[in-house]
């Protein structure tokens, strides 16, 4: 048993997303590296999309090499590997919501059948997921929550009744004025809540992910967080009166260089000898991330708003950007009209792109990954939020910590506003407020991974606190918890 306690061996499931799967490898990384036994489960659908872009076949192979004590398995999220999920989204979450956990379970329980040392004793599993804390107290694991977007959108699910109760989500017309009663949070203008959180019909097969994960999260025995305690240190504060909340980010690749893990769905175009031509800080960065789909005609207002902006660009344009069943919206004619200016590629190293001195601004959806990579490489931000949590995270990045700039002011686009604004943000005079503030953000972000930085500190009193808390269970009943979160409301 004491071997157990040195050495905990934790069964890790990330959200089969690619941003919530690069979070979740880098966090096990940093756990391996802590002395933990990591068991890391994707899904076979996942895996075949990392493994056909990069070739590897054990992802985890290279970093296993170093000396990390990283094991790997994979299981169905319910259906064929070769389904369309971008395309047929409801699906895949009903697959996430109702099937999935029976994978989960299976494997879980194969794993601890297997034998396997050191027995594992924690599951880490996404926040998102509807039955983690059900699957680890079966099996006698603590469960560890990791949330992998702000505290402020956690505690806004996680106060869902609150909002309820005060005619702020769920009713056909909604109130809207601020909010103002969760703890922790000063006031949030319901726009700047997350995308489902503005929708008056609650019935969605999402709506009832959130439901439903953030009645499972009561039950975790700790919430690790991706954000850092100096960014949202009220909202933080707050929440760890209610729980044992730990924020430890950001979670980056080790060195913020390409991760000897592959973790990318698709294969990465390398733009470095094309930005190499280009002068410091003159290249904007448009990704709208992994999953997010634009309109047909604001892909062409974003496209011709760049045109007309003179400006040189990296664009991310995923295959299913629009839709996979449109694969190249774009105008006819556009990549001819801007000849050398651009670099049109459907994935990349972003980390490696926002690192590269030539870029100057990053267009971005408002992922929080983006937002802290593009932090960390100091790229103010112009925020085009599409769904989800991106509301939220926008409202951070320009009203609060004025490190970037709205794409435009109302919902429908327009190709002037976007060139505009492209031009405002990439230019030295209007777009060096923004250059300035963020400077500071990632100091904060820097001191927060030092060793005595807030993250660091936090990362190892979880690791303190669940090591305690494994060997005080030792002592007791299979699967007999107690020290449970309590209800938000
Ligand atoms: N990313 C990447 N290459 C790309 C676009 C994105 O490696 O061409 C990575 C990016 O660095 C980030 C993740 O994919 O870590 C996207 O996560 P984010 O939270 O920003 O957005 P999401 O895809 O979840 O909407």
């Not at 954000?227 to 729980?243: C, R």
């Not at 974003?302 to 040189?312: R, Y």
């Not at 327009?414 to 990632?442: A, F, P, W, Y």
């Not at 269970?473 to 209800?487: P, Q």
């Amino acid at each position: 048993m004491e071997e157990t306690h040195q050495k905990p061996h934790a069964i890790f499931v990330p959200y089969p997303l690619q941003g919530h799967v690069n979070p979740s490898v880098h966090l096990a990384i940093k756990l391996a590296s802590k002395g933990f036994t990591v068991t890391f489960i994707n899904t076979h659908s996942i895996h075949h999309q990392i493994t056909a872009a990069s070739a590897a076949s054990d992802i985890f192979a290279a970093i296993r090499e170093s000396g990390l004590d990283i094991r790997y398995a994979t299981v169905s999220d319910g259906l064929p590997v070769e389904f369309d999920r971008s395309l047929n989204h409801d699906q895949f979450m009903a697959a996430l919501l109702h099937v999935f956990s029976a994978h989960v379970e299976a494997a879980v329980e194969g794993i601890i059948q297997s034998g396997t040392t050191p027995e594992p004793s924690c599951l880490i599993a996404d926040s998102f997921f509807v039955f983690p804390s059900k699957v680890a107290k079966k099996f006698g694991l603590k469960y560890v929550s990791y949330w992998t977007e702000p505290a402020l959108v956690f505690t806004l699910y996680y106060h869902i009744g609150l909002l309820r109760l005060n005619g702020h989500f769920g009713c056909l017309e909604a109130r809207e004025d601020a909010i103002n009663y969760i703890p922790g949070v000063k006031s949030i203008n319901p726009i700047d809540t997350t995308s489902y959180l503005q929708e008056s019909d609650g019935s969605s097969v999402c709506h009832q992910i959130i439901f439903k994960a953030f009645e499972d999260v009561k039950g975790a025995d700790f919430v690790l967080c991706n954000s850092v305690q100096e960014l949202e240190l009220e909202t933080i504060l707050a929440l760890k009166t209610k729980m044992p909340f730990y924020s430890i980010g950001p979670v980056f690749p080790i060195g913020f260089t390409k991760s000897l893990v592959p973790t990318s769905l698709w294969s990465e175009s390398d733009c470095t000898q094309w930005l190499d031509t280009k002068p410091p800080g003159s290249v904007l960065y448009v990704s709208f991330g992994s999953y997010a789909h634009v309109t047909h005609d604001n892909l062409v207002e974003i496209a011709t708003g760049l045109l007309l902006s003179e400006v040189s660009f990296v664009w991310v344009l995923r295959a299913d950007i629009v839709s996979s069943e449109d694969p190249d919206p774009l105008p006819s004619g556009f990549r001819e009209e801007l000849g050398d200016r651009s670099m049109i590629i459907p994935w990349c190293c972003q980390i490696q792109v926002l690192a590269h001195p030539s870029i100057g601004g990053f267009l971005t959806h408002c992922g929080w990954n983006s937002i802290l990579e593009s932090i960390w490489c100091e790229v103010p931000l112009l925020c085009f939020p599409l769904y989800t949590d991106q509301f939220t995270n926008r409202k951070l990045v320009v009203d609060d910590w004025k490190i970037g700039i709205n794409l435009c002011d109302k919902k429908q686009i327009t190709r002037v506003e976007v060139s505009r604004n492209v031009s405002h943000l990439m230019s030295k005079k209007t777009g060096d407020n923004c250059r300035n503030e963020i400077k500071g953000m990632k100091k904060r972000l820097e001191n927060a991974l030092r060793p005595d930085g807030s993250s660091e500190i936090n990362l190892d009193q979880f690791i303190k606190d669940l090591k305690f808390s494994i060997q005080k269970k030792s002592g007791a009943t299979l699967g007999g918890n107690k020290d449970r979160i309590s209800n938000g409301t």
